[in-house]
């Protein structure tokens, strides 16, 4: 039986595709979720090519571009940093569409007192609207990552429905 992140990439691999789009990742705290769950999906070549693992800020800044300062003025799980990471992995890899993942899946939370299960998600669609949410997710460490996983696809299905 499969399980509700590969369900839910199946189906945003689908709407990709039929959009004609392709998709990048920016994972810190999903480290990874994100893409095994669209690896996972049927032809995922055709929708998604390129996903950037950013941990540590150093990673972020380094990889994805975002300014040392978005991190050092508003912490990495932020709107902003969350904003400029998808910006980055937009541009870095030339896909139509980007998301973004940042949060404290647990055991502890942010050290400016940010709980554990918060995370951050940004989304740039092809126009280069950036959409924003962030969410608490209860359980361990593994059921945030399983929870936002599921959230941050789940949600581009939606804003690509209105997409034209």
Same mark, same amino acid.
Request: include cysteine; glycine fraction near 10%; aromatic fraction near 8%.
């Given at each position: 039986?499969?399980?509700?992140?590969? &369900?839910?990439?199946?189906? =945003? *691999?689908?709407?990709?595709?039929?959009? !004609?789009?392709?998709? #990048?990742?920016? %994972?810190?705290?999903?480290?990874?979720?994100?893409?095994?769950?669209?690896?996972?999906?049927?032809?995922?070549?055709?929708?998604?090519?390129?996903?950037?693992?950013?941990?540590?800020?150093? &990673?972020?800044?380094?990889? =994805? *571009?975002?300014?040392?300062?978005?991190? !050092?003025?508003?912490? #990495?799980?932020? %709107?902003?940093?969350?904003?400029?990471?998808?910006?980055?992995?937009?541009?870095?890899?030339?896909?139509?569409?980007?998301?973004?993942?940042?949060?404290?899946?647990?055991?502890?939370?942010?050290?400016?007192?940010?709980?554990? *299960?918060?995370?951050?998600?940004?989304? !740039?669609?092809?126009?280069?609207?950036?959409?924003?949410?962030?969410?608490?997710?209860?359980?361990?460490?593994?059921?945030?990552?399983?929870?936002?996983?599921?959230?941050?696809?789940?949600?581009?299905?939606?804003?690509?429905?209105?997409?034209?």
């Amino acid at each position: 039986m499969p399980t509700p992140s590969h &369900a839910v990439a199946s189906e =945003l *691999g689908r709407v990709l595709v039929e959009k !004609q789009l392709q998709l #990048a990742t920016a %994972e810190s705290c999903t480290g990874g979720l994100i893409a095994s769950a669209l690896c996972a999906a049927d032809d995922t070549p055709s929708f998604y090519g390129s996903g950037f693992i950013t941990y540590t800020d150093d &990673a972020k800044i380094t990889m =994805l *571009g975002v300014n040392r300062e978005t991190i !050092q003025t508003f912490t #990495a799980v932020s %709107e902003q940093t969350v904003k400029e990471m998808a910006v980055g992995a937009k541009q870095r890899s030339g896909a139509d569409v980007s998301l973004a993942v940042s949060g404290y899946a647990g055991p502890d939370g942010g050290e400016d007192g940010t709980p554990a *299960g918060t995370v951050w998600f940004a989304w !740039q669609l092809a126009q280069d609207e950036i959409h924003t949410s962030v969410r608490r997710f209860d359980g361990d460490s593994e059921s945030v990552l399983a929870q936002a996983t599921s959230y941050a696809m789940a949600a581009l299905i939606l804003l690509l429905a209105e997409y034209v």
